[in-house]
């Protein structure tokens, strides 16, 4: 996998917007306010050590928009967070929520480092004082963290415990909202684990419709076999399509025959990685990438598709789990092998969308069931898709050009309602 630090995935954001801006005649005025992030939170804090020695860590929140609601946005533990990073990150946010038509602005925060590193023990005390750090700058109406890389519902538990126990007695029960991906006994949504790969896969299906192109003989690789790239693979499963390869931080691996996304899924539980699955052979990143196949998901981190890798990829679709996984070069090369792309702002927007549900389920005491929670992803996020499909026809846009300007657009229209105070 590439390195994500070669290329700086902020300016990356700003060529994107700006060439969305530009093919909508983005109010100018609106459009200095949207090119920037509103806050940017750098924090240096110690935590204790198991062997009872200090270590500094560097951990960061940056919240991009809020007209359209609470700041919204994941928290990613990972040695390659930076400051850019996180901006691209958190105004990616925005422009999600935008598409989806849910009530959130845009945010993002990351500590920079690797968990593999530390202990269970020592995870949770970067956490909570990560949290503490923070303060009154999340809150379930002001800003609401989520799971990212390398972050799960334990993490979103401990945060919330940590953020609780800071607040006065008499408002500690009423803000389980203040983070989503919570575990389901904590005030977590059924659901939520799963939704970012439920919606890379209600969207991919809707793709599949529209283009007359059978799921049931479909292949498909994914890159990132975490949260979102096996649950996307684990829900593919009904439908037929057959895993052909799946590459993680371990290694890549192939089975020409199919790998079985629940064997594979246990098999990563189990040893920390997709290397060594049973019946597949290893194979190399660049071969991984070249292999003729339908689908590509890729689900890890950003800069994958570029312009070394875009020219080598033989695939039909590609429906983007990860967040920022191709640069502008990728883009255009996309484009010019007339390669479909479901962009990431829509594509993932499962998680997001779930996390709203979930916050609502805290706000009002209720607790729906899959059925439900399901049902109504669905909804919301097809009528993204539509929205962008029109956007499409009607600017003769590439799919990430057409999802910005959605985006952009009710933005757009929500700045001119309300004004700038004073
Ligand atoms: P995760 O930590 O659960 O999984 C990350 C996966 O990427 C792991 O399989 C890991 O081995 C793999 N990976 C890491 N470094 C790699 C490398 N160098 N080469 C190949 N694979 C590598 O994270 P996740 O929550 O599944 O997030 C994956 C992507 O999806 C990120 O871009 C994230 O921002 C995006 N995303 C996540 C959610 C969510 O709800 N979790 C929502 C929207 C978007």
């Not at 038509?101 to 590193?117: E, L, S, T, Y």
């Not at 790998?259 to 660049?286: R, Y």
């Not at 499909?389 to 999802?403: G, I, K, N, Q, S």
């Not at 929500?414 to 700038?420: P, S």
Request: charged letters at 25%; proline letters at 4%; one cysteine or more.
């Amino acid at each position: 996998m590439e390195g994500k630090t070669q290329l700086n995935v902020y300016e990356t954001v700003k060529k994107q917007f700006n060439k969305a801006a530009d093919i909508i005649h983005l109010d100018p005025e609106i459009r200095k306010i949207l090119a920037m992030t509103m806050n940017e939170i750098v924090f240096n804090f110690p935590v204790k050590m198991d062997n009872g020695k200090i270590e500094m860590f560097t951990g960061y929140r940056v919240q991009h928009n809020n007209v359209l609601g609470p700041f919204k946005g994941g928290l990613r533990f990972h040695p390659g967070v930076d400051i850019n990073e996180v901006r691209a990150l958190a105004t990616w946010m925005t422009w999600k929520s935008a598409i989806v038509n849910i009530p959130f602005g845009g945010a993002k925060g990351g500590i920079q480092f690797d968990p593999a590193n530390y202990s269970k023990s020592e995870i949770e005390r970067i956490t909570r004082r990560f949290t503490f750090a923070l303060g009154t700058n999340i809150g379930p109406e002001y800003d609401i963290p989520a799971p990212d890389v390398n972050t799960n519902s334990q993490i979103m538990a401990w945060m919330l415990d940590t953020y609780a126990s800071t607040m006065p007695a008499h408002e500690r029960q009423a803000c389980t909202h203040v983070v989503t991906g919570k575990p389901v006994e904590a005030g977590g949504s059924i659901g939520r684990d799963k939704a970012t790969g439920q919606g890379v896969v209600f969207t991919i299906l809707q793709w599949a419709e529209e283009a007359n192109f059978d799921m049931k003989k479909a292949t498909y690789m994914v890159q990132g076999f975490g949260n979102v790239g096996s649950w996307a693979s684990r829900l593919l499963k009904p439908y037929g399509a057959t895993l052909i390869a799946v590459e993680d931080k371990t290694g890549a691996i192939i089975s020409e025959h199919g790998i079985d996304p629940d064997a594979l899924t246990e098999h990563v539980q189990n040893t920390g990685g997709v290397k060594g699955f049973a019946d597949s052979e290893e194979v190399d990143h660049d071969t991984m990438l070249a292999i003729d196949v339908d689908i590509f998901i890729p689900a890890a981190l950003e800069n994958q598709i570029t312009a070394k890798t875009a020219p080598t990829l033989n695939v039909k679709l590609i429906a983007e789990g990860a967040n920022g996984p191709t640069d502008t070069d990728g883009d255009r090369i996309l484009q010019e092998r007339g390669i479909d792309l479901l962009p990431d702002i829509l594509c993932n927007a499962g998680g997001v969308i779930v996390s709203y549900f979930e916050w609502l389920q805290n706000k009002r005491s209720e607790f729906w069931d899959l059925a439900e929670v399901d049902g109504k992803l669905h909804k919301k996020i097809i009528q993204g898709y539509e929205l962008v499909r029109e956007a499409v026809r009607e600017f003769h846009a590439d799919w990430r050009t057409a999802a910005y300007i959605v985006a952009l657009r009710r933005l757009e229209t929500v700045y001119k309602d309300r004004g700038i105070f004073p």
